[in-house]
């Protein structure tokens, strides 16, 4: 294990935004995780786990702490007994995420196929429960195997205690944030159909034929090239950490409030199990509708041309620069709507 001193954090994240981590470290297994934690805890400094820095935000002053660097690689697979014919992928939190569900669409394995193109690690997608295009990994995930940094030993959590919810886990709740995550294991239905949930894959492809797995994956991330949410080299609008605001859950009541007001119908979507009477309202469109647009620039900061969720860096911005816009927005939407729009990247190195 080499620890690093004063490592910039900006190349780490997509973003390309943020200070040093005060000390540094990447590990490569799970020995590495249990060596660098001891060595942080016997120092008395906070610890940050990182992954492919895709939902961050790092601060200008970056972080007085160790930053611990997943690097966990490996992919077994078995099948499992039994009627059900299903297989179960263990992968290592390192793997990167694109990688492996292309893997999983070259084996011909349906449960992941939407999610092609979303930057990061395996190990990032259980954290806030990663989902596009009507596929979220909760669903597939079978168990998440962790180092309990508190308790100091391994420990492997079925789905159900995972407490999976709209970008939400028991790994980003308050009571979790002490897991290091260093294996996620997937069922998935080898020779499956793919999922077409979603209206704008819905029109791509003809009703009379079902689309490949590999169709579909490859046609996901081709609408996600077109709006900029795609990691592609020279493509400025895709310096981002995706959608900067969680699309927000409120009340028939509310939206019908807002229907009132507007001069168009919000769209709106079923919030899931979880809230009943209640509706995911977009982001964006309230986003649009308090004034902000496409391409709309704050300094070195500003909005994708492609996508009103997505905060950009057009080059030199600062954290400062991305909060600040961030807050202008969620202000502007506060006083059309009445809605504080939940911001989603993870935010590193800030006072509060
Ligand atoms: C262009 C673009 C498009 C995106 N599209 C989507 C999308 O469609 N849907 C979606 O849900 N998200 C999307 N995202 C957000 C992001 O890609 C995902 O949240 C991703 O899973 C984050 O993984 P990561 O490894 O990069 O995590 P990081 O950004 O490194 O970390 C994010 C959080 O997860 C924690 N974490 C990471 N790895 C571990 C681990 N091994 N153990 C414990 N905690 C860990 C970190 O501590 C931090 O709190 C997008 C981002 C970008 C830049």
């Not at 998935?188 to 797995?213: I, M, N, V």
């Not at 994956?217 to 493509?235: F, W």
């Not at 997505?310 to 006083?335: D, P």
Request: proline share 5%.
């Amino acid at each position: 294990m080499r620890i690093e001193e004063n490592k910039p954090l900006a190349p780490f994240t997509t973003l390309g935004i943020g200070g040093p981590a005060r000390w540094f470290v990447a590990a490569k297994n799970e020995e590495e995780i249990v060596e660098a934690s001891t060595w942080a805890r016997e120092k008395g400094i906070p610890l940050f786990v990182l992954g492919g820095g895709s939902n961050l935000l790092v601060s200008d002053t970056g972080f007085n702490g160790l930053v611990l660097h997943i690097g966990l690689k490996g992919i077994s697979v078995r099948e499992t007994a039994g009627s059900s014919h299903e297989r179960v992928y263990q992968v290592a939190a390192g793997e990167g995420w694109d990688q492996f569900v292309q893997r999983t669409v070259d084996d011909e394995c349906a449960g992941l196929e939407c999610l092609a193109g979303i930057p990061g690690t395996v190990g990032g997608t259980p954290v806030q429960n990663v989902g596009a295009y009507g596929q979220e990994v909760a669903t597939t995930i079978d168990s998440v195997r962790v180092f309990n940094l508190r308790e100091t030993r391994f420990d492997t959590f079925s789905k159900k205690l995972c407490d999976f919810g709209y970008r939400r886990s028991l790994f980003n709740s308050q009571s979790g944030n002490w897991f290091v995550v260093t294996r996620v294991d997937f069922c998935l239905a080898p020779g499956g159909a793919p999922s077409l949930k979603y209206a704008d894959l819905q029109r791509e492809f003809s009703l009379a034929t079902t689309p490949t797995l590999k169709q579909v994956a490859d046609t996901v991330r081709s609408i996600r090239q077109s709006k900029g949410m795609l990691l592609v080299d020279g493509d400025p609008d895709c310096h981002s950490a995706g959608s900067f605001f969680k699309n927000p859950i409120v009340s028939e009541a509310h939206v019908e409030r807002i229907a009132s007001t507007a001069a168009s119908e919000p769209p709106r979507f079923p919030a899931g199990p979880d809230h009943s009477n209640m509706v995911k309202l977009s982001a964006a469109w309230l986003i649009e509708k308090a004034g902000f647009t496409k391409g709309y620039s704050f300094g070195h900061a500003g909005i994708s041309r492609k996508h009103t969720l997505a905060l950009v860096n057009h080059g030199g911005a600062t954290a400062a620069e991305i909060l600040a816009l961030a807050h202008k927005i969620r202000s502007a939407v506060v006083a059309r709507f009445g809605i504080e729009l939940q911001m989603e990247p993870v935010m590193l190195g800030f006072d509060s």
